[in-house]
Each structure stands twice: as C-alpha cells, then as structure tokens.
C-alpha cells in the first residue's frame, strides 16, 4: 500500500461548486447550462444538475479559445473599473 494518497476529487460538481470554481454566480451557470454551453446532466425526478469536472474544464479551455480571439480581432476591451 502507498503512503501517497492523494484526496480523490469527485466526479461531478454541484452547480454551487461550478460557481464558485468560475467565481460567478448562479445565475449564470444555470443560463450556462440552459443554452449548452456548459454540459451538465439533470439526475432525478426534481431535475437535479450535475456538471461533470471535465465538463468544467472543457469550459474553462474554451473560454480561453474564444477570449484568445475576440482579443486577436481587436473585440475585447477594459473591464475593469478605474481605481
């Protein structure tokens, strides 16, 4: 037997725990898995959503893609405020 364990991360993510590792709200993961942007599953007769880690992940690289261009084709601006 190893010494080393290492913490088994879960399957699959709450929508709760999709927010908070995307630091946004709610809202917007369940308008993120409404439209498909986001893959996820509804589980049992109260429709349950459950968002597969790899999902998240295939996201997030996504995102990444998609901001790489707007930023390529001169389409992302400042978002921050001014301090």
Known sequence: MSDD???KRPRFLTTEQVADELA???PTVRQLL???ELRGLQIG???V????VTDVEDYIE???RVTAERIAA???GD?????
Request: hydrophobic share 35%; proline share 11%; glycine share 14%.
């Open 5 to 7: 364990v290492t913490p």
């Open 24 to 26: 946004v709200g709610l």
């Open 34 to 36: 409404k439209t498909g």
């Open 45 to 47: 007769s109260r429709g």
């Open 49 to 52: 959503w459950r968002i597969a």
């Open 62 to 64: 996504q995102a990444y």
């Open 74 to 76: 001169g389409e992302v």
């Open 79 to 83: 978002d921050e405020p001014a301090p």
